[in-house]
């Protein structure tokens, strides 16, 4: 039987680090590819793959992930939205990961078409990521798969953090077995995230974003579901130029994965903007300081 490495690195007691890189819009890879294999050279565990995400269209994260595993070796994580296909296209893609030997995926509903297209484009919205996770382990179930690793979404950042906390159960009865949280940038999200610790069963990843301006602030704090910046935050990055926005939202994320380390089994960094330099830096002292600890 074969495992997911996600799994194995999850049951070592190892604390992976898996960051995300958004696929490209267009037709070339080639950047994406420099960009994750240069990522995972840095020391990611994992490379996550977003499935168009904010519900545009870009290369499909899942091709995207055999390209990555079979032609240069990277570990993938592909994200699986329910918002594009029906239960039948999701199985027939579960089946082509598992032909180019990947065993995990992130289940997510996925972000709402944006307005501008919805004249043209319509979500599908068949399933939920718990009805299709219980999908997945009924095609295991019945051999038609090998086991699959199921990730889910967990947003520590929610208003009312009991209904999340609900969800991720019924996500765990249906077949989830780790959360990857929206990010954590305040007090607030690190007490939910502490509190998940203590309900859920399945391992959890503690997101990290490094916010790298004040229009970045503003922009997450405004327009991006599932973040929470607060006015504090904003104010830290007024003034600053590229160099010093990109500097503080590196000491920040550290300073997070530092408070939040005993209530979670690795980290998830999303990549703002391709930034890849930035995000290995922050992988670099995630490490130095996880071999400091060990």
């Not at 990555?68 to 570990?75: N, W």
């Not at 030997?101 to 599908?124: A, C, F, M, W, Y």
């Not at 953090?161 to 780790?178: M, P, T, Y």
Request: charged share 25%; proline share 4%.
């Amino acid at each position: 039987m074969k495992t997911a490495v996600l799994e194995e690195l999850l049951s070592s007691g190892r604390r992976p680090v898996l960051v995300e890189f958004d696929p490209p819009r267009n037709e070339s890879p080639e950047e994406f590819i420099q960009g994750a294999w240069a990522l995972y050279a840095a020391g990611a565990d994992v490379i996550t793959v977003a499935d168009c995400p904010i519900g545009r269209a870009s290369i499909d994260a899942c091709m995207l992930a055999a390209k990555l595993k079979r032609e240069f070796g990277v570990e993938p994580l592909p994200h699986m939205a329910c918002r594009d296909r029906n239960l039948n296209a999701a199985k027939a893609l579960l089946m082509g990961l598992a032909m180019e030997e990947i065993h995990q995926v992130l289940l997510v509903t996925g972000d709402p078409v944006s307005h501008e297209d919805r004249n043209e484009i319509k979500g599908v919205f068949q399933m939920t990521s718990r009805t299709l996770a219980r999908s997945i382990v009924t095609l295991n179930e019945e051999k038609k798969l090998e086991p699959f690793f199921l990730c889910g979404a967990l947003n520590v950042n929610a208003r009312n953090f009991q209904v999340e906390l609900d969800r991720a159960r019924r996500k765990e009865d249906s077949g989830i077995r780790a959360f990857l949280t929206q990010p954590v940038s305040g007090e607030r999200a690190a007490e939910n995230l502490q509190k998940a610790r203590q309900t859920l069963k399945g391992h959890l990843l503690g997101g990290l974003f490094p916010i790298v301006s004040y229009k970045n602030a503003c922009f997450l704090q405004k327009e991006v579901a599932g973040m929470e910046i607060d006015d504090s935050l904003l104010r830290a990055y007024e003034g600053l130029n590229r160099e010093q926005g990109e500097a503080l939202g590196a000491r920040l994320c550290v300073d997070m994965a530092a408070a939040i380390a005993s209530f979670v089994d690795g980290f998830y960094i999303m990549t703002p903007f391709r930034r890849v330099e930035l995000v290995k830096g922050i992988l670099k002292k995630l490490k130095d300081n996880e071999n400091q600890q060990g």
